[in-house]
């Protein structure tokens, strides 16, 4: 059974990079059937994408955060990170990462809260 | 950018049909697909390309895609559906995931 886990600092200062990492077992996060992706919840809010990481390594973000968002890929640790820059506490939220089946994301990590305070 | 429109909220009784209508322009030409996410919990896929389930969703959770509107059915409605369901298409325009607003189902 494909689990993902999320794991990095649950505090961020302002203005500093949020990093997280997602660790896939069950699977191997090199097929080229299947990517992954990253989402978060804002406290009490929807869900809103972050971006995606492709296969061949190219990647999709949601244009309200490209300029701030890096998701790269490890497969030797079979892991995908997110990196968020010059965060607010805007950006304090529940970040899951998934991972994407096609269009719809199937399998889920149970997430992370990260809040933004100094 | 592509926007879906859900109903904040949806009420039903136990044992009835609860139905989530999830808008959007010309929404019936795009695969639609529909998350259950508990208090607390991670969201679960329990439709996925209109209409299509996964395996260990009950047959109960049901999809449908027409026009500007895309549905999830719930029949016979049990106190454990309580939660909050999105929908969520990928914008062929843009190329890009979008979800929807979010509805909350409360059985009373």
């Known amino acids: 059974q494909l689990q993902l886990q999320e794991s990095g600092p649950g505090l961020v200062k302002p203005s500093e990079t949020l990093s997280l990492t997602c660790t896939v077992s069950?699977?191997?996060?090199?097929?080229?059937?299947?990517?992954w992706g990253w989402i978060r919840q804002p406290p009490g809010k929807g869900l809103e994408w972050i971006g995606n990481?492709?296969?061949?390594?190219?990647?999709d973000y949601n244009p309200s955060l490209k300029s701030r968002v890096t998701i790269s890929v490890d497969t030797s640790k079979n892991q995908f990170s997110l990196k968020l820059s010059s965060v607010t506490a805007a950006d304090t939220a529940v970040y899951y990462c998934?991972?994407?089946?096609?269009?719809?994301?199937?399998?889920w990590g149970q997430g992370t809260l990260v809040t933004v305070s100094s | 950018s592509y926007v879906l429109t859900q109903p904040p909220s949806v009420s039903v009784a136990p044992g009835q049909t609860a139905r989530i209508t999830c808008g959007g322009n010309?929404?019936?030409?795009?695969?639609v697909h529909w998350y259950q996410q508990k208090a607390g919990k991670a969201p679960v896929l329990v439709v996925y390309?209109?209409?299509d389930r996964p395996s260990l969703i009950p047959e109960r959770f049901s999809g449908s895609n027409s026009g500007n509107t895309a549905t999830l059915t719930i029949s016979r409605v049990e106190a454990g559906d309580e939660a909050d369901y999105y929908c969520?298409?990928?914008?062929?325009?843009?190329?890009?995931?979008?979800f929807g607003t979010g509805t909350k189902v409360t059985v009373l």
């Open positions: 998934a991972r994407l089946n096609n269009i719809h994301f199937d399998y």
């Open positions: 069950g699977g191997s996060i090199s097929s080229s059937t299947y990517y």
């Open positions: 990481i492709y296969d061949t390594g190219s990647t």
């Open positions: 010309n929404i019936g030409s795009e695969s």
């Open positions: 390309d209109d209409s």
């Open positions: 969520q298409l990928w914008d062929g325009f843009s190329d890009h995931c979008v």
